[in-house]
């Protein structure tokens, strides 16, 4: 019960995270007057976005385990960090497959528009943002001092504020509960594979013919 109610906890910190996130940069968007980013710009943003909630996740585990940091809750509070990051990563991915398929149309001016509506994204840059994050989770751990700082503590206390106000708070604990269910669903999955995955590779190769060779077959 202990991990699911941390599973379920950090759901809840990455909901108002995401939401106090999103308050700033609206109204940096403002400020910059609405002004397209470059993508070093969107990936910096993005560094800083993840640098802080590693730091978050980090002070909040801390504040989880009554201030002693303990390895297997920051283990834990990491691997759901990771899960996070590589279910946004899908997301952007599904997004850019949907934007490229849109734009192959020989409609006059859809394909400009499209193309300036369309979001960055670079793999290479995403994986590296996500192994910065995780690596400052790590550094943490080794230098706990470095990740008490006025911005992080204030993100914390906030978080910790928000959950904890009637309406709001019911808010962010829904969002909280349907991570964790999707949570305990990508493990569920993952456990599937493992069982049936193997066997089944193993099935399909046995039915193929020694002489038959078709397009995913590796010749070494």
Do not use: C
């Not at 710009?41 to 385990?65: M, N, P, S």
């Not at 829904?174 to 193993?202: D, E, N, P, Y």
């Amino acid at each position: 019960m202990e991990i699911l109610n941390l599973i379920f906890r950090i759901g809840v910190v990455l909901a108002v995270y995401n939401f106090l996130w999103w308050l700033f940069m609206t109204g940096l968007s403002i400020l910059r007057g609405g002004r397209p980013k470059l993508a070093f710009e969107v990936y910096f943003i993005k560094a800083v976005r993840y640098g802080f909630l590693a730091d978050v996740i980090f002070l909040f585990t801390i504040h989880q385990g009554g201030g002693v940091i303990e390895l297997n809750d920051l283990v834990l509070s990491g691997t759901i960090m990771l899960m996070y990051f590589v279910g946004q990563i899908q997301k952007r991915q599904d997004r850019q497959f949907f934007f490229n398929v849109r734009t192959n149309t020989n409609i006059p001016g859809y394909k400009e528009f499209m193309n300036r509506i369309k979001p960055v994204f670079d793999i290479r840059l995403e994986v590296s943002v996500v192994v910065f994050a995780l690596g400052l989770l790590v550094l943490f751990y080794f230098y706990p001092d470095v990740a008490y700082n006025s911005m992080s503590n204030w993100f914390l206390d906030s978080i910790l504020n928000i959950e904890d106000t009637p309406v709001f708070g019911f808010i962010f604990k829904v969002v909280g509960f349907f991570f964790l269910l999707s949570v305990m669903m990508k493990v569920f999955g993952s456990i599937m594979i493992l069982l049936t995955g193997r066997q089944k590779t193993t099935d399909e190769f046995n039915d193929r013919d020694d002489d038959e060779f078709d397009d995913y077959t590796e010749i070494r």
